[in-house]
T-cell receptor
Framework: QKEVEQDPGPLSVPEGAIVSLNCTYS??????FMWYRQYSRKGPELLMY????GNKEDGRFTAQVDKSSKYISLFIRDSQPSDSATYLC??????????FGAGTRLFVKA | NAGVTQTPKFRVLKTGQSMTLLCAQD?????MYWYRQDPGMGLRLIHY???????AKGEVPDGYNVSRLKKQNFLLGLESAAPSQTSVYFC????????????FGNGTRLTVT
């Protein structure tokens, strides 16, 4: 079993839709949770960072962590064609080794 | 400020050939990493370094070697390339602070025929 599971998609939505991206993880020691966004032929860039359980909002993006169910979510409101990318969830224990999910490819159609 | 720079951007090798991928960062980061990215597999850690002169194995180290002779550079070597090493290779660095993100280069696309 992978330590972080993520559906690779692809996920296709119309412009303006609410997007929900999800991951599950197996190690209860994970404390830090991240979402990276990767555009085609580019390296991943940090989008959201959350410590422990709870929600964090940044503009149209909301990251949610439920440690009781080991579930990580990213919500995108009013999705735009420019949001089309691969979204990778990631986690670590606070050390220097980050573990990534497989990434979900998102297409937002104009 | 260039961030993390990877060279080359593309390379085609024949089975058995060798090559070195270079990663350079200008952020004075202590920690540097090499990942490979394959469809459906996500980013898998090959080797990493926690400081100049140190290296350690990651999740998929077989067939690769690394060196960190200077703090700003992290080299990934393939001694005898195999088709299974066809992948996109990403270098990343971080300061090591708890909330410090990984900074990635834009990748090297390697094809082994």
């Amino acid at each position: 079993q992978k330590e972080v599971e993520q559906d690779p998609g692809p996920l296709s939505v119309p412009e303006g839709a609410i997007v929900s991206l999800n991951c599950t993880y197996s190690n209860s020691a994970f404390q830090y949770f991240m979402w990276y966004r990767q555009y085609s032929r580019k390296g991943p860039e940090l989008l959201m960072y959350t410590y422990s359980s709870g929600n964090k909002e940044d503009g149209r993006f909301t990251a949610q962590v439920d440690k009781s169910s080991k579930y990580i979510s990213l919500f995108i409101r009013d999705s735009q064609p420019s949001d089309s990318a691969t979204y990778l969830c990631a986690t670590n224990t606070g050390g220097f080794k980050t573990i990534f999910g497989a990434g979900t490819r998102l297409f937002v159609k104009a | 400020n260039a961030g993390v720079t990877q060279t080359p951007k593309f390379r085609v090798l024949k089975t058995g050939q060798s090559m070195t991928l270079l990663c350079a960062q200008d952020m004075n980061h202590e920690y540097m990493y090499w990942y490979r990215q394959d469809p459906g597999m996500g980013l898998r850690l090959i080797h990493y370094s926690v400081g100049e002169g140190t290296t350690a194995k990651g999740e998929v180290p077989d067939g690769y070697n690394v060196s960190r002779l200077k703090k700003q550079n992290f080299l990934l070597g393939l001694e005898s390339a195999a088709p299974s090493q066809t992948s996109v290779y990403f270098c990343a660095s971080t300061s090591g602070q708890v909330d410090s993100p990984l900074h990635f280069g834009n990748g090297t696309r390697l094809t082994v025929t």
